[in-house]
């Protein structure tokens, strides 16, 4: 299965960029060449325009190996969020940096800005939580921390170009609250909604990924992959080869969320 030729491997942070690029020229050999680093000028750019070093910050060094391996260009990696429209080039942060710091009323001291959409949504790291700091979306935490939030865009990637077949099953926000609440029992109070939809899908025996986190559980097994996503609701995809193997992981998992149900075919 096309899992087993692409690594996804699991290290220290220091070696961040080297594993994702193998992880990503193992989809596309020329992948490498195509990105382009962040010059140390602009990096310096972006600390003044950030302004962090007045508070005794400083570029956390999982982003700050992002900028310099492909800060001017990641070639579509970041591009696999949303529907798009990514803006996550340095040039671009630094020009747009003051608008999305007013827009959403973000503390300079405590958030780093480094990825925008055309919709005006926006990405922050989450300062003094280490080197490899939480990503977080409109306040929230949006990927447990950024090496992850990397390696999920890379699976995703692979999900999009790599299987010919995909299932996406979605509910409301509403929908979701409401079905967390209807199977919640004194013990399930205690685990967070992510542990809850990992229990439920046990009986499938995927292997999970290093990178999964709180708001996303990424699972393999050996005819298909999976993608939860509770950042907005429940979002579960599923891709493979196998049209068969899909048809069948669509009519288990309405029967597991029955009352949430809502399932898109695509053909990749």
Same mark, same amino acid.
């Given at each position: 299965?096309?899992?087993?030729?692409?690594?996804?491997?699991?290290?220290?942070?220091?070696?961040?960029?080297?594993?994702?690029?193998?992880?990503?020229?193992?989809?596309?050999?020329?992948?490498?060449?195509?990105?382009?680093?962040?010059?140390?000028?602009?990096?310096?750019?972006?600390?003044?325009?950030?302004?962090?070093?007045?508070?005794?910050? +400083?570029?956390? *060094?999982?982003? @700050?190996?992002?900028? !310099?391996?492909?800060?001017?260009?990641?070639? #579509?990696? /970041?591009?696999?969020?949303?529907?798009?429209?990514?803006?996550?080039?340095?040039?671009?942060?630094?020009?747009?940096?003051?608008?999305?710091?007013?827009?959403?009323?973000?503390?300079?001291?405590?958030?780093?800005?480094?990825?925008?959409?055309?919709?005006? +949504?926006?990405? *922050?790291?989450? @300062?003094?939580?280490? !080197?490899?700091?939480?990503?977080?979306?409109? #306040?929230? /935490?949006?990927?447990?921390?950024?090496?992850?939030?990397?390696?999920?865009?890379?699976?995703?990637?692979?999900?999009?170009?790599?299987?010919?077949?995909?299932?996406?099953?979605?509910?409301?926000?509403?929908?979701?609250?409401?079905?967390?609440?209807?199977? +919640?029992?004194?013990?399930?109070?205690?685990?967070?909604?992510?542990?809850?939809?990992?229990?439920?899908?046990?009986?499938?025996?995927?292997?999970?990924?290093?990178?999964?986190?709180?708001?996303?559980?990424?699972?393999?097994?050996?005819?298909?992959?999976?993608?939860?996503?509770?950042?907005?609701?429940?979002?579960?995809?599923?891709?493979?080869?196998?049209?068969?193997?899909?048809?069948?992981?669509?009519?288990?998992?309405?029967?597991?969320?029955?009352?949430?149900?809502?399932?898109?075919?695509?053909?990749?």
């Amino acid at each position: 299965m096309v899992i087993n030729q692409i690594p996804f491997k699991e290290g220290p942070v220091e070696t961040m960029a080297e594993r994702l690029f193998q992880t990503m020229n193992a989809m596309d050999p020329q992948w490498q060449a195509k990105v382009k680093p962040a010059t140390q000028n602009q990096i310096h750019a972006l600390q003044q325009t950030a302004g962090i070093q007045q508070y005794g910050r +400083s570029i956390p *060094f999982a982003y @700050l190996q992002f900028l !310099e391996t492909m800060g001017q260009n990641d070639n #579509g990696l /970041l591009a696999q969020e949303w529907d798009g429209g990514i803006e996550a080039n340095i040039d671009s942060i630094i020009e747009d940096y003051a608008y999305y710091i007013d827009l959403y009323e973000i503390d300079r001291s405590e958030y780093l800005l480094f990825c925008t959409n055309w919709t005006e +949504s926006a990405l *922050f790291l989450k @300062l003094a939580t280490g !080197e490899n700091p939480p990503v977080y979306h409109c #306040g929230k /935490l949006f990927a447990g921390s950024f090496e992850k939030y990397l390696f999920q865009m890379a699976f995703r990637k692979m999900e999009r170009t790599r299987f010919s077949y995909e299932i996406d099953f979605s509910s409301s926000s509403k929908a979701f609250a409401d079905f967390l609440s209807q199977m +919640s029992t004194p013990e399930a109070l205690c685990t967070k909604p992510i542990e809850r939809i990992e229990q439920m899908l046990k009986p499938y025996r995927l292997q999970k990924a290093w990178f999964s986190d709180e708001v996303h559980f990424l699972g393999v097994s050996s005819e298909y992959i999976m993608r939860v996503d509770l950042d907005w609701a429940l979002n579960i995809i599923v891709s493979s080869d196998q049209f068969s193997v899909l048809q069948k992981m669509k009519k288990s998992l309405n029967e597991l969320f029955r009352e949430i149900a809502n399932w898109s075919d695509q053909c990749m």
